[in-house]
């Protein structure tokens, strides 16, 4: 007998989505059921597309507020004196819990997966009140961990990098477990050679001789001084290839920079990564995860505030990545990775190395079905709040 999933998700871009499908597929690949839910969805009427449309216009009209926001509400501090991070106080936890809870309603899944950190609070919230009784599991999708991935009550946190697991237990979350970064199996093989030379052609046709490299926008398209980086590469002697997303702004932007080939939305990612020799990328998100299991070199350039750059810091830390800060700096690094040799292998098997474990594993193992099976829906109970006593169900 499968069990029961419910995944919540953010529409915030495309990476927690992306990460949220591919858990969905290996989970039911393997006879389970699963439900994924927009955490967005579960707030008040408009209070979500609010949200998602003030995050995208800070990041792209204002990244100084932003990195403000980031470091007021975001940057880790220190656990309570019981050694646990103190839940989230965001006013649209409260409502989205709410709507949680009235959506599980006479639903017993097995186990709630949070691939956003407001997701995360959520859960944790219900979790903490006892409304919540199966394990909560936390699915990071970003290298470095900021406090809003943090509930005193979530019972699992999957992690990206070992150095993200102990963040994690540092700030005191619970069982923290390296899996490695969740992306799906077609950037973990070699793509179809008629694949990748159907990208190989169209730039071998735009730029003969010239290393393509792409640069990548995320499915927003948000960026800063893109056009001014492509022509830099230009300059350097590569074909830069930028990956617009869904902007349409963008692409007529870079389509007007000469050499430079500008992207909508790819279909077949591995293998125009297969076809490149680096990818320079500024969110340390999902894109850069994929050209890890890829083996494509990683570099970040011109991060976006707050948890972009926080997250390219972490993977160059862990060896992952480089992290150029000028423009003498990005030439070099591509210098180093985009041809073959030492340096770039090195790099790929670093990045290779990273993917671990099957985070579909850990999940079924924290809901007692690690066998496959699921006799009976497994009550874990209500978890203690932080000074040891317990809450009701929230009503």
């Keep these: 007998m499968g069990g029961r999933f419910v995944i919540l998700s953010a529409g915030m871009g495309a990476g927690h989505h992306a990460v949220a499908g591919e858990l969905a597929h290996r989970l039911t690949g393997r006879g389970h059921r699963v439900a994924t839910l927009d955490v967005l969805d579960l707030l008040p009427a408009g209070a979500g597309a609010a949200l998602r449309g003030f995050y995208a216009a800070t990041i792209r009209h204002a990244p100084a507020l932003y990195e403000a926001i980031y470091r007021a509400y975001f940057v880790p501090r220190p656990a309570s004196a019981t050694g646990r991070p103190g839940p989230d106080t965001s006013p649209v936890v409260a409502p989205a819990a709410r709507a949680l809870r009235r959506r599980l309603d006479g639903e017993r899944p097995d186990a709630v997966l949070a691939t956003f950190h407001l997701a995360a609070q959520v859960s944790g919230r219900l979790r903490e009140a006892g409304a919540l009784r199966c394990p909560s599991i936390v699915v990071l999708t970003d290298f470095a961990v900021h406090r809003q991935w943090l509930h005193p009550a979530n019972d699992l946190h999957l992690c990206p990098t070992r150095q993200t697991a102990q963040d994690i237990s540092l700030l005191g979350g619970r069982g923290a477990e390296q899996v490695g970064p969740v992306v799906p199996a077609a950037f973990h093989a070699a793509p179809a050679p008629a694949r990748t030379a159907a990208f190989a052609r169209r730039f071998a046709v735009r730029a003969p001789g010239r290393t393509p490299v792409l640069l990548s926008s995320g499915a927003w398209g948000v960026a800063s001084h893109l056009a001014r980086t492509a022509a830099l590469l230009r300059d350097g002697g590569y074909l830069p290839v930028v990956m617009c997303g869904r902007s349409r702004a963008l692409r007529r932007r870079i389509g007007r920079v000469p050499g430079a080939v500008a992207l909508g939305w790819v279909a077949d990612v591995p293998a125009l990564m297969a076809a490149a020799g680096a990818l320079v990328e500024n969110a340390a998100g999902q894109t850069a995860a994929q050209a890890l299991a890829a083996g494509l070199p990683v570099v970040s350039y011109r991060p976006i505030p707050g948890h972009g750059a926080a997250g390219a810091r972490r993977m160059a830390?862990?060896?992952?990545?480089?992290?150029?800060?000028?423009?003498?700096?990005?030439?070099?690094?591509?210098?180093?990775?985009?041809?073959?040799?030492?340096?770039?292998?090195?790099?790929?098997?670093?990045?290779?190395?990273?993917?671990?474990?099957?985070?579909?594993?850990?999940?079924?193992?924290?809901?007692?079905?690690?066998?496959?099976?699921?006799?009976?829906?497994?009550?874990?109970?209500?978890?203690?709040?932080?000074?040891?006593?317990?809450r009701p169900p929230e009503r």
């Excluded at 990045?351 to 474990?357: I, V």
């Excluded at 099957?358 to 000074?387: H, I, M, N, S």
């Design 317 to 390: 830390a862990a060896g992952l990545s480089s992290l150029a800060g000028d423009p003498a700096e990005l030439l070099r690094a591509l210098g180093e990775l985009a041809p073959d040799g030492p340096v770039r292998q090195a790099r790929t098997a670093a990045g290779r190395a990273l993917f671990r474990a099957d985070a579909a594993d850990a999940v079924l193992a924290a809901a007692g079905g690690a066998d496959g099976g699921f006799p009976a829906w497994r009550d874990t109970g209500p978890r203690e709040k932080r000074d040891g006593s317990r």
